[in-house]
């Protein structure tokens, strides 16, 4: 992974922790609201002042969470996200909270779940069921503290509170193992889908090149070349030409007749060989159908372009195909030159043209016809 790529990671990274810290930041001032509800309602046992202090210390643990994100200490730890420390934070100071209330103790048991719930997604089953066991214990504290100091108002209440809490956190914490363990599967069936997904696309690009290519001789068929050439000549400008031409391997058919198909294949073999040793990366080669290849060179001058012909009709007529004995080998080719506005289906007919009349003037040579385009 570059450092540019992972540098945008870490910060899509921590833009989504500063949300989840945003809603947990609106969960403290929910909490404080209802305290200060309750506090307007003489249901603490407290002073305002105290109030006062436990609401500024609950506001500075935040900011102090709120330093470690901006700052990117966070991304130094093994869970940047730092949820299992935050639930323990909040879980001690909600359990401070209710420490300070007379009556009204339970209609707060509820924050408890809004807390826990924040690390269902995040944290592991063994860690959430290790918070849910500190704020029942925290909770059940509290209770028994109170009792012992003779504080207690309802000692009924106090039981049927945390047994209900007890409850929940045990429901919770079943909650949370079954919620991690469909994310685990999906993750599976992710990675599944995903490795089908690279298995089916390398399958497509096998049958691409299945249909793009001539089997015998590994070039490119008549189709993908008619293609090829067809986009190449829409996006040909003004003062540019690309160089076109048609190629027949001389007296094919005696060789057919004289050693057998299999020597053909041989030589259409040795052909392809030869072709594309001389040609240049960008240029195209195709089987257009039975000893007939068609070429393309873009952007390329006439002199240009027959000196790349002749020196692969040169190298074909020098060329021993393996295996057998065949007479010297010898091609024709007819070039002609593609312009803007040209019309494919003309330009072939013209190479074509000049095919012939470099077969009728003896074979073995190239001819060209340069008439009507520029070149």
């Known amino acids: 992974?570059?450092?540019?790529?992972?540098?945008?990671?870490?910060?899509?990274?921590q833009r989504l922790?500063?949300?989840?810290?945003?809603?947990?930041?609106?969960?403290?001032?929910?909490?404080?609201l209802l305290c200060w509800i309750a506090v307007f309602h003489d249901l603490f046992r407290t002073s305002i002042p105290t109030?006062?202090?436990?609401?500024?210390?609950?506001?500075?643990?935040?900011?102090?969470?709120?330093?470690?994100?901006?700052?990117?200490?966070?991304l130094r730890v093994r869970d940047p996200s730092l949820t299992e420390a935050q639930v323990l934070v909040a879980l001690f100071w909600l359990t401070v909270l209710l420490g300070m209330f007379a009556n009204g103790r339970g209609a707060l048991l509820v924050i408890y779940v809004l807390i826990l719930l924040f690390g269902v997604f995040q944290l592991p089953p063994r860690v959430f069921a290790r918070c849910a066991v500190i704020a029942f214990f925290g909770f059940?504290?509290?209770n028994l503290y109170e009792a012992y100091l003779y504080q207690l108002d309802d000692a009924r209440l106090a039981i049927l509170?945390?047994?209900?809490?007890?409850?929940v956190m045990l429901w919770l914490s079943l909650f949370a193992s079954y919620v991690q363990a469909m994310r685990q599967r999906m993750r599976q069936r992710r990675f599944a889908l995903q490795a089908h997904q690279d298995t089916l696309r390398g399958m497509m690009r096998q049958l691409e090149d299945l249909v793009a290519t001539d089997e015998l001789t590994g070039l490119f068929n008549r189709r993908h070349f008619l293609r090829f050439a067809n986009a190449e000549l829409t996006n040909l400008r003004a003062g540019s030409q690309h160089g076109l031409a048609l190629i027949d391997l001389d007296h094919f058919k005696r060789v057919n007749d004289a050693h057998g198909h299999a020597a053909g294949d041989r030589v259409l073999q040795?052909?392809?060989?030869?072709?594309?040793?001389?040609?240049r990366d960008g240029d195209i080669i195709a089987r257009y159908g039975g000893e007939e290849f068609v070429l393309l060179l873009p952007n390329t001058q006439a002199d240009q372009f027959t000196a790349c012909c002749e020196r692969l009709r040169e190298a074909f007529n020098q060329a021993e195909p393996l295996g057998i004995k065949v007479d010297t080998l010898s091609l024709s080719i007819g070039m002609t030159l593609l312009t803007m506005h040209d019309d494919l289906d003309e330009a072939l007919q013209r190479a074509d043209q000049a095919l012939y009349r470099a077969k009728r003037s003896g074979r073995n040579r190239?001819?060209?016809?340069?008439?009507?385009v520029d070149a």
Do not use: I
Request: charged share 5%.
């Open 161 to 167: 509170q945390v047994s209900v809490l007890g409850g």
């Open 270 to 279: 040795t052909f392809a060989t030869v072709a594309q040793s001389c040609l």
């Open 1 to 13: 992974m570059s450092l540019s790529h992972q540098r945008v990671t870490q910060h899509t990274l």
């Open 51 to 74: 109030v006062l202090l436990l609401t500024g210390l609950a506001s500075l643990s935040q900011l102090a969470f709120l330093g470690l994100f901006l700052s990117g200490l966070n």
């Open 17 to 32: 922790l500063l949300k989840r810290f945003g809603m947990a930041t609106a969960s403290y001032a929910l909490t404080g």
């Open 366 to 372: 190239c001819a060209a016809a340069w008439e009507g």
């Open 140 to 142: 059940a504290g509290l």
